[in-house]
């Protein structure tokens, strides 16, 4: 379909000042000022009165947002992120609505999340530096908030996508770090990396086990109960993929008795809720969702968000189209 640049284009929330000034040489721009994310009413006027949406994560775009609007004026969703789990694709295929994202700007950024996780998780350093903020530091002694020597430890990965390959390389060029994975099919990487079978197995060994794959109905508590059980009592668990990837309470679990040493999060099951329960854990490192959170890199996402709006405006396919 060839649009026109009086097409009618939506974006839910602030964007960098660069992508909102390229955004407006588009077509005609509606830009929501609010941060929060869209209600069902907004989403469901927002497909009736505009040709193309740039979503954000929060935005959640269901089954049941879709079916109450019966001849959409909508034709493409074009999601700032590269996770979409809150738009439900088939539904919207089905109104004839199609989906971007934007995969490999996210990359280095996450993975460069997952490191702090992991490091701040291992050396105690909120707990550190809580301790020093409360005015409670008594000074150095040589048993003080020993932690986890992360060098030459296993990390496992649990999802060896572009994220999960970019933190595989940090761990094993940072921090001469053995790297084993679980993933759907065989990568080749210029690191040594095994990759196992069963998840159970990858855990089992791992001092620290980083979870990066998408969010969606078959990742949904992926690790739960029984993964948790398997890993070894020292080991950090340390999420930068979805929150509904993990039970909560099967975390909440495996921290209180001990059953793991630690973790460290970026996103929650029910975000932006975090329970109370890890709020009063030392061990548990807690993110804001800071997994992107860099001018530059919000920058490039808004741009490649355009970039597919551009093309398909012109009548292209876009090149991240889902």
């Known amino acids: 379909m060839i649009m026109n640049k009086l097409s009618k284009i939506f974006i839910t929330r602030p964007l960098p000042m660069s992508v909102m000034d390229e955004a407006k040489a588009l077509g005609s721009l509606t830009a929501r000022n609010l941060t929060s994310p869209l209600s069902e009413k907004e989403m469901i006027l927002t497909l009736k009165d505009y040709d193309i949406v740039l979503p954000t994560l929060g935005d959640s775009f269901s089954a049941n947002v879709f079916n109450q609007v019966e001849n959409p004026r909508c034709k493409l969703l074009a999601n700032f992120g590269v996770g979409y789990n809150h738009i439900d694709i088939n539904a919207a295929k089905a109104k004839g609505i199609s989906i971007t994202n934007t995969p490999g700007a996210v990359t280095q950024a996450t993975a460069d999340i997952a490191m702090t996780l992991m490091l701040m998780t291992a050396r105690r350093a909120g707990e550190g530096e809580r301790l020093v903020r409360a005015g409670k530091w008594k000074g150095w002694h040589p048993t003080q908030m020993l932690g986890l020597h992360v060098s030459g430890k296993t990390a496992a990965i649990i999802g060896m996508g572009r994220i999960g390959e970019a933190i595989a390389r940090r761990c094993h060029f940072g921090f001469g770090m053995q790297i084993v994975y679980l993933n759907r099919s065989e990568k080749t990487v210029a690191f040594p990396a095994r990759q196992i079978a069963s998840i159970d197995e990858t855990v089992k060994h791992a001092d620290v086990v980083f979870v990066a794959v998408p969010g969606g109905l078959q990742t949904n508590h992926l690790i739960d ?52 329960a890890f709020l009063n854990m030392e061990n548990v490192t807690l993110f804001p969702h800071l997994g992107t959170a860099s001018m530059e890199v919000r920058t490039e996402m808004g741009k490649m968000a355009l970039n597919n709006i551009r093309e398909f405006i012109a009548g292209n396919s876009p090149p991240n189209l889902l």
């Open 225 to 276: 109960e029984k993964v948790f059980q398997m890993m070894q009592r020292h080991a950090i668990f340390v999420n930068i993929s979805r929150g509904d990837v993990v039970a909560e309470t099967a975390l909440i679990s495996a921290l209180e008795t001990g059953q793991i040493g630690g973790a460290g999060l970026d996103v929650y099951e029910f975000e932006p809720e975090v329970p109370k």
